[in-house]
C-alpha cells in the first residue's frame, strides 16, 4: 500500500529481469520492480 498498490489502481506490466526474477510494473507514472512471490499475491483484472 506504501506503494500505492491500492484495490482499483491501473498498472502496466513493462518487462521481466533477465533471469525472470524481478518484475517491472508501471504503476501510476512510476516504474515497480516485484519479486515474483509479491507479484503472485497481487489480484490483477486484464483490462482490453
Known sequence: MEMGLVSGVELEFERFA???DPI????QGQHL???LAE???LLVELIV
Open 39 to 41: 507479484a503472485a499475491m
Open 33 to 35: 520492480s516485484l519479486r
Open 18 to 20: 533477465p533471469l525472470g
Open 24 to 27: 517491472e510494473v508501471n504503476l
